[in-house]
C-alpha cells in the first residue's frame, strides 16, 4: 500500500471528527490534527483503533503520544505495517 | 421576584413516542387510539416470558437528519432518544440549533433535568462487560464513559444546544420524567434560570427489560395480540409492557416566554415530589398509599387549586395490582368519591411503560389533550377492574372532543416507594 493511497484513508477517518471544515479543504501532511482540524483530543483514541482495524495494525501507545500531525499519522501506519 | 416572575408555562414540545415520532405524530395517534406495542422477535428468541414492546420506529432516518456522523458514533440508544425529543421540543420553543463550533451560542439562561431511570444499560452489556472480560480494555475507545455516566444524557443536550444554565440528569425510577418538570419548575420559580428543558430517557434494551421479566411484573398472557397487551384498570390486567422513547418540555418562566411572544401550550401550576418511606405497605417495589395521598394533597395545595377543580387524571396506572390502589388513592387525597371523580386514564394502555421516560411523555400527553381540547382513549379495561367498577363512568374507552378540560394533574409512582404528581392549567392568552 502506498503511501498516498494510507493518506486518502486516514484522511477519511478522520473526516467525521474534523470541526474545521476549511482545514478539511486543504489537508495535507502538514495539518495538525489537533490544532487545525480541531479534532476533540478525547476521540484521538477512536481514530487509533479505527487505523487498527482498517490497516489490520496494532498501534503502540507510546507511538501514539509523537504523532501530531496527519503526515505523522502516515508514516506511524506505514512504519507499523512494514 | 414578583408574582408574575415566578409562573412558569410549557412554551414547547418533543416526543419520541412508541407510537409517533413527533409531537405531531403522537397527538394524532393518541387521540385515534393508536398503540405503540407490538411483538418483538428478540424477545422470544431470548425466552422472555412477555415478547411485546413498545419502541420506536425506524429512528435511524431521524438520527441520521439531524445529528453529525461523530455525535451519532457517540451517543447509545437512550441519548440518542432524547437529543431527537430535545432537539424538536427546542425548535417548537422558536429556537434554531446552534451551530457545534459557535462559541457564541451558549444560552446561559437555558439549563436541562433530563432523566434515565436505567441508563446506559445496553452500553454496558453489549461493549463495557465482554470487552473487559476479554482483557480488552482498549477497545472500549473514548465513548464508552460518556455512554454509562448517568449524566450523560443530559450532558448531551447541552452539547448540541449549547446550554449553559444547571444541566443534570435525575433518576427516580417510574417517577423521573414527572420528577424533571418538578424539578425545572422549582428552579425557575426559584430565579435560577429562564428556561429548563425538562424530561426523561430510556433505552429500548433486552437487558433492562430482563430484570423486570424475571420479578413477572411485565404483560405476559397477550404476545400473540400486542394491542391488547396493556391494560391498565382492567380485571385482566397481569403486569405491564416494557417501552422506550423520550419525551422533553421546554418551561420558561411567564416573563421570559411573554417577552419573546412565545407560544405558551400550558401553565405549570405546581407540583409535589414525596417519598414512602418504605413504611406502611411501602417498599422498594410497592407504593405506601399514605406517601401517594400526601404526594397528590401537597401537588393541589402547591398549584394553589381545589380538589373541585381538577377536570382529568392522567395516572401512572401501568395495568398491575397497583392501579386499584391508585385509583382510589386518587380518591381519598381529592376527596371526590367515584360518583364525582374527574376523568382517569392511562396513556400506558397506548404506548407501554416507558420508565424513565413515562412521566416526560406522558406529561405531554396530558399538555396536548388540554391544549388540543381532547380526551384519548384509555383502551382495554372493558373489562373494568371489580374494584373499580364504581369508576367506570370516569374512564373514557373512546376518545372524547371538545370537552373543555382546564386542569389536568400528572403522577408517577417508581421502585423506592418514590412519588412525584404535577398540575398543568389549559393556557388561555
Redesign the interface.
Same mark, same amino acid.
Request: charged share 25%; glycine share 10%.
Given at each position: 500500500m502506498s503511501e498516498e493511497q494510507i493518506f486518502e484513508q486516514v484522511v477519511k477517518i478522520l473526516t467525521p471528527y474534523v470541526k474545521d471544515e476549511k482545514a478539511l479543504a486543504s489537508i495535507s501532511g502538514e495539518t495538525n490534527i489537533l490544532e487545525d482540524l480541531k479534532v476533540n483530543s478525547a476521540r484521538l483514541v477512536d481514530v487509533v483503533l479505527a487505523f487498527e482495524d482498517e490497516f489490520d495494525i496494532e498501534i503502540a501507545d507510546e507511538d501514539v503520544d509523537s504523532v501530531n500531525t496527519v503526515g505523522d499519522c502516515v508514516s506511524l501506519i506505514a512504519r507499523t505495517k512494514g | 421576584m414578583t408574582s408574575q416572575e415566578k409562573r412558569v408555562v410549557v412554551t414547547g414540545l418533543g416526543v419520541l413516542a412508541p407510537n409517533g415520532h413527533n409531537v405531531q405524530e403522537f397527538e394524532s395517534a393518541l387521540r385515534n387510539g393508536r398503540t405503540g406495542i407490538r411483538h418483538n422477535p428478540e424477545m422470544d428468541e431470548f425466552k422472555f416470558s412477555c415478547q411485546v414492546a413498545a419502541i420506536p420506529q425506524g429512528i435511524e432516518e431521524l438520527c441520521v437528519a439531524n445529528f !453529525? %456522523? %461523530?455525535l451519532l458514533?457517540s451517543m447509545n440508544c437512550a441519548q440518542r432518544y432524547a437529543a431527537l425529543a430535545a432537539v424538536e421540543c427546542w425548535r417548537d420553543a422558536g429556537f434554531e440549533v446552534p451551530s %457545534?463550533?459557535d462559541d457564541e451560542a451558549i444560552d446561559w439562561e437555558t439549563g436541562a433535568v433530563f432523566g434515565t431511570g436505567i441508563g446506559g444499560m445496553e452500553t454496558i452489556a453489549e461493549r463495557v462487560a465482554p470487552l473487559v472480560n476479554e482483557r480488552k480494555i $482498549? $477497545?472500549l475507545? !473514548?465513548?464508552a464513559v460518556e455512554q454509562v455516566m448517568a449524566s450523560g444524557v443530559s450532558a448531551r443536550l447541552s452539547g448540541i444546544l449549547a446550554l449553559g444554565n444547571q444541566v443534570t440528569t435525575n433518576s427516580s425510577a417510574c417517577s423521573t420524567g414527572t420528577e424533571a418538570v418538578i424539578e425545572g419548575l422549582y428552579r425557575i420559580r426559584a430565579g435560577r434560570s429562564s428556561r429548563m428543558i425538562c424530561g426523561g430517557t430510556e433505552a429500548a434494551t433486552r437487558y433492562i427489560w430482563a430484570g423486570f421479566d424475571a420479578m413477572r411484573v411485565l404483560a405476559r398472557k397477550w404476545n400473540d395480540s400486542p394491542s391488547k397487551a396493556s391494560r391498565p384498570l382492567s380485571a385482566s390486567a397481569g403486569g405491564f409492557v416494557p417501552g422506550a422513547g423520550a419525551g422533553a418540555l421546554m418551561l420558561e418562566s411567564l416573563e421570559s416566554a411573554s417577552k419573546r411572544g412565545a407560544r405558551i401550550y400550558a401553565e405549570v401550576l405546581g407540583g409535589s415530589i414525596n417519598c414512602g418511606g418504605h413504611r406502611s405497605g411501602g417498599s422498594m417495589t410497592a407504593p405506601n398509599p399514605l406517601g401517594v395521598e400526601r404526594c397528590i394533597k401537597e401537588a393541589l395545595s402547591e398549584s394553589k387549586i381545589t380538589a373541585d377543580q381538577v377536570d382529568l387524571i392522567s395516572g401512572h396506572l401501568t395495568a398491575t395490582g397497583a392501579d386499584p390502589k391508585e385509583v382510589w388513592a386518587w380518591s381519598r387525597a381529592l376527596g371526590r368519591p367515584a360518583e364525582d371523580f374527574p376523568t382517569i386514564l392511562s396513556t400506558k394502555s397506548l404506548i407501554g411503560h416507558t420508565l424513565g421516560a413515562a412521566g416526560a411523555i406522558e406529561s405531554i400527553a396530558a399538555i396536548l389533550m388540554l391544549h388540543s381540547d381532547f380526551v384519548h382513549p384509555s383502551v382495554n379495561c372493558e373489562d373494568v377492574h371489580p374494584d373499580l367498577v364504581a369508576f367506570e363512568g370516569s374512564i373514557p374507552r373512546k376518545a372524547k372532543e371538545n370537552e373543555g378540560n382546564d386542569i389536568v394533574m400528572k403522577a408517577s409512582f417508581g421502585f423506592g416507594d418514590v412519588n412525584a404528581c404535577v398540575s398543568f392549567q389549559r393556557w388561555q392568552a
Amino acid at each position: 500500500m502506498s503511501e498516498e493511497q494510507i493518506f486518502e484513508q486516514v484522511v477519511k477517518i478522520l473526516t467525521p471528527y474534523v470541526k474545521d471544515e476549511k482545514a478539511l479543504a486543504s489537508i495535507s501532511g502538514e495539518t495538525n490534527i489537533l490544532e487545525d482540524l480541531k479534532v476533540n483530543s478525547a476521540r484521538l483514541v477512536d481514530v487509533v483503533l479505527a487505523f487498527e482495524d482498517e490497516f489490520d495494525i496494532e498501534i503502540a501507545d507510546e507511538d501514539v503520544d509523537s504523532v501530531n500531525t496527519v503526515g505523522d499519522c502516515v508514516s506511524l501506519i506505514a512504519r507499523t505495517k512494514g | 421576584m414578583t408574582s408574575q416572575e415566578k409562573r412558569v408555562v410549557v412554551t414547547g414540545l418533543g416526543v419520541l413516542a412508541p407510537n409517533g415520532h413527533n409531537v405531531q405524530e403522537f397527538e394524532s395517534a393518541l387521540r385515534n387510539g393508536r398503540t405503540g406495542i407490538r411483538h418483538n422477535p428478540e424477545m422470544d428468541e431470548f425466552k422472555f416470558s412477555c415478547q411485546v414492546a413498545a419502541i420506536p420506529q425506524g429512528i435511524e432516518e431521524l438520527c441520521v437528519a439531524n445529528f !453529525s %456522523e %461523530e455525535l451519532l458514533m457517540s451517543m447509545n440508544c437512550a441519548q440518542r432518544y432524547a437529543a431527537l425529543a430535545a432537539v424538536e421540543c427546542w425548535r417548537d420553543a422558536g429556537f434554531e440549533v446552534p451551530s %457545534e463550533t459557535d462559541d457564541e451560542a451558549i444560552d446561559w439562561e437555558t439549563g436541562a433535568v433530563f432523566g434515565t431511570g436505567i441508563g446506559g444499560m445496553e452500553t454496558i452489556a453489549e461493549r463495557v462487560a465482554p470487552l473487559v472480560n476479554e482483557r480488552k480494555i $482498549r $477497545r472500549l475507545g !473514548s465513548t464508552a464513559v460518556e455512554q454509562v455516566m448517568a449524566s450523560g444524557v443530559s450532558a448531551r443536550l447541552s452539547g448540541i444546544l449549547a446550554l449553559g444554565n444547571q444541566v443534570t440528569t435525575n433518576s427516580s425510577a417510574c417517577s423521573t420524567g414527572t420528577e424533571a418538570v418538578i424539578e425545572g419548575l422549582y428552579r425557575i420559580r426559584a430565579g435560577r434560570s429562564s428556561r429548563m428543558i425538562c424530561g426523561g430517557t430510556e433505552a429500548a434494551t433486552r437487558y433492562i427489560w430482563a430484570g423486570f421479566d424475571a420479578m413477572r411484573v411485565l404483560a405476559r398472557k397477550w404476545n400473540d395480540s400486542p394491542s391488547k397487551a396493556s391494560r391498565p384498570l382492567s380485571a385482566s390486567a397481569g403486569g405491564f409492557v416494557p417501552g422506550a422513547g423520550a419525551g422533553a418540555l421546554m418551561l420558561e418562566s411567564l416573563e421570559s416566554a411573554s417577552k419573546r411572544g412565545a407560544r405558551i401550550y400550558a401553565e405549570v401550576l405546581g407540583g409535589s415530589i414525596n417519598c414512602g418511606g418504605h413504611r406502611s405497605g411501602g417498599s422498594m417495589t410497592a407504593p405506601n398509599p399514605l406517601g401517594v395521598e400526601r404526594c397528590i394533597k401537597e401537588a393541589l395545595s402547591e398549584s394553589k387549586i381545589t380538589a373541585d377543580q381538577v377536570d382529568l387524571i392522567s395516572g401512572h396506572l401501568t395495568a398491575t395490582g397497583a392501579d386499584p390502589k391508585e385509583v382510589w388513592a386518587w380518591s381519598r387525597a381529592l376527596g371526590r368519591p367515584a360518583e364525582d371523580f374527574p376523568t382517569i386514564l392511562s396513556t400506558k394502555s397506548l404506548i407501554g411503560h416507558t420508565l424513565g421516560a413515562a412521566g416526560a411523555i406522558e406529561s405531554i400527553a396530558a399538555i396536548l389533550m388540554l391544549h388540543s381540547d381532547f380526551v384519548h382513549p384509555s383502551v382495554n379495561c372493558e373489562d373494568v377492574h371489580p374494584d373499580l367498577v364504581a369508576f367506570e363512568g370516569s374512564i373514557p374507552r373512546k376518545a372524547k372532543e371538545n370537552e373543555g378540560n382546564d386542569i389536568v394533574m400528572k403522577a408517577s409512582f417508581g421502585f423506592g416507594d418514590v412519588n412525584a404528581c404535577v398540575s398543568f392549567q389549559r393556557w388561555q392568552a
